[in-house]
């Protein structure tokens, strides 16, 4: 009985096999779907392309990491950054809630030492809100 040698497989010929199927199922595709919805859909599929992301705004290294999202709120948020804007996105939403938590927490730290802010003591601190006319009452 003759063993057949085993076929070393030529990376270069697997990724080029790869890309032609990748090239056969998006002309599928594009053949039954709009367009926008297939590039939507392969965005969605792909998040690990190159992000530019502006360092200068952070004071501290940048770091990336995994974060699981509903699908289409992945979708609405790519639609609405474009290339490149996802983390950037993101990092701004997780900053203004943690800013949003931290200022809870203050105020619930000097409600505790001070007491119960009163109606007319929020009332007069919004008349001095520079902005409190446009925002009408609380």
């Known amino acids: 009985m003759s ?10 010929q697997t990724r080029i096999q790869a890309m ?25 599929m792909f998040p690990k392309t ?12 940048v770091q990336k990491v995994s974060v699981s999202m509903p699908e289409e709120l ?8 474009g290339p490149g804007g996802f983390s950037h996105y993101v990092s701004e939403a997780v900053e203004e809630r943690l800013r949003l938590e931290l200022m809870d927490e203050f105020a619930a730290e000097l409600a505790a030492a001070n ?20 925002q009408g009452e609380l």
Request: charged residues 35%.
């Open 74 to 81: 992945t979708a609405a948020v790519r639609a609405r950054t």
């Open 115 to 134: 007491g119960p802010i009163s109606p007319e003591e929020l009332e007069e601190a919004m008349r001095e809100w520079p902005d409190y006319e446009e």
């Open 50 to 61: 190159p992000v530019e992301i502006d360092t200068s705004r952070f004071h501290s290294r």
């Open 3 to 12: 063993e057949t040698p085993e076929r070393e497989t030529d990376p270069l």
């Open 20 to 44: 032609s199927a990748l090239e056969k199922a998006l002309r599928e595709a594009l053949a039954v779907v709009p367009l926008e919805q297939v590039v939507q859909q392969v965005t969605v």
